[in-house]
């Protein structure tokens, strides 16, 4: 009978201190929106009001020269999730939806537009190697409520690392943010619901009946603010009332809702008792549709790799670690989101040799990270690569064509430097015919 207590007694404790181990780990939540520029938010903008995510900013860390590698839809998720160029991937453009109920028979599609020609991969292959994979492996729960766009149901995310979804579907965006939500059955039991509510209603379920003793990651990936344009009824209303014309009403309050969605994941977080346990992310995975001033670019236009295309808002609040209404300026890009998490889930240096992340703890302690060379590529249309090094950005045409801007000094790309025999633009050049040739597949 002794013998038998003490052996409870021991395994008693191994359990406790196994619990606190998994508890001693930080929850992470990752809120990724689709096509927020990076002047679409009330810090920057008074034309939008954003009080959730202006606080987010006063409590945590910006990193105010954040970049996407291919920025667009579907690239922009593979490199968030995997910490690699999307163009590695074999992804430079977004998923294409080729039968009626947004799946694929193709394993590449092609743009008629594109110069090049070049395929690209219709889904997220399923040996890549995922932050949630990662993450579970550290004993992590993984929840993904939301848009996914890397591929149809064999490569939903419940096959990638996530441990449970909601709201995932085949398509890229839904036909309407009031039911019917999508061509298809996915959401189908709302009458009159708006789209961001529903996705952050889960994610507040979620986390107030979350009772499992290890940690949790969830990734809570928006819809908004990708068209079609529609608003929540009542915003759209106040908007109007303040003078707003209709586009620019609609707009303003899908910034709003999903900056409300903000504000109630962190009430239900503070709730629960864990929020100064719970690291979280506000990112967008590419520039806005509408205008980017003072960035020039965006998502359509032609100039997606400009500065209004590329760079988008990226704030961390990681309780404990960022201080306060601390600013980065240092470039970054969404593949450091991947060893980030890593590093953090695991308390050591992650160092994988086939990512092209790097971790941005040491960042987030205050501390700068060494200098590197960041690079872009999408195939869409003529322009189609760029090197950003340090303040200089060189962007590249398939025509032939080079832009070259200081974008410190030179925010709004309005003083293209090539021609002016800066030694700057050999190096990058250099630089990026190097890097074309050990990231751009070969196909035959």
Not at 130 to 155: C, R, S
Not at 252 to 260: F, P
Not at 400 to 421: Q, T
Request: charged share 25%.
């Amino acid at each position: 009978m002794k013998k038998s207590l003490i052996i409870h007694f021991i395994l008693f404790n191994l359990l406790m201190l196994t619990t606190l181990s998994a508890q001693s780990k930080p929850n992470v939540v990752l809120l990724f929106v689709d096509d927020w520029g990076w002047s679409d938010v009330g810090f920057r903008n008074d034309r939008f009001y954003t009080p959730n995510i202006d606080q987010l900013k006063r409590d945590g860390m910006e990193f105010t020269r954040a970049y996407v590698p291919t920025p667009t839809c579907s690239p922009s998720r593979a490199s968030l999730l995997t910490g690699k160029e999307a163009i590695r991937l074999e992804m430079p453009r977004h998923i294409e939806h080729q039968n009626k109920d947004g799946t694929n028979d193709e394993k590449y599609n092609y743009w008629k537009n594109d110069p090049a020609h070049m395929p690209s991969i219709n889904w997220l292959p399923l040996e890549e190697v995922t932050y949630a994979e990662v993450l579970k492996d550290q004993g992590y729960f993984n929840m993904f409520i939301g848009k996914w766009h890397l591929g149809h149901e064999p490569y939903y995310p419940i096959f990638q690392g996530f441990d449970a979804m909601f709201g995932t579907g085949n398509w890229g965006h839904p036909k309407s943010y009031y039911p019917d939500f999508f061509k298809d059955n996915l959401l189908e039991d709302y009458t009159d619901e708006y789209l961001t509510d529903v996705l952050t209603d889960k994610a507040v379920n979620f986390i107030d009946h979350y009772d499992r003793t290890e940690p949790f990651m969830m990734s809570l990936w928006y819809y908004n603010v990708h068209s079609p344009h529609v608003g929540r009824k009542d915003l759209v209303d106040e908007f109007l009332k303040k003078g707003y014309d209709n586009k620019e009403a609609i707009y303003a309050a899908m910034v709003a809702s999903m900056d409300e969605s903000v504000g109630r994941v962190r009430d239900a977080l503070k709730h629960k008792g864990i929020d100064k346990n719970t690291i979280v992310l506000l990112i967008s995975d590419q520039g806005g549709f509408f205008s980017n001033a003072p960035l020039s670019g965006g998502k359509i236009g032609g100039n997606t790799l400009g500065e209004g295309g590329a760079r988008v808002p990226f704030l961390v609040y990681y309780p404990g670690i960022t201080t306060p209404g601390s600013e980065s300026d240092t470039p970054i890009q969404t593949i450091d989101v991947f060893p980030t998490l890593a590093e953090i889930a695991s308390k050591n240096t992650f160092k994988p040799h086939n990512i092209q992340g790097v971790s941005l703890l040491s960042e987030l302690k205050g501390e700068k990270l060494k200098p590197r060379d960041l690079y872009f590529y999408r195939s869409y249309e003529d322009q189609y690569a760029a090197i950003l090094s340090g303040n200089w950005k060189l962007i590249k045409y398939r025509s032939g064509k080079y832009e070259l801007f200081n974008v410190v000094e030179d925010v709004s790309e309005k003083k293209n430097l090539i021609g002016k025999d800066l030694p700057i633009e050999k190096k990058l050049k250099r630089k990026l015919y190097k890097w074309e040739k050990r990231a751009v597949p070969v196909y035959h």
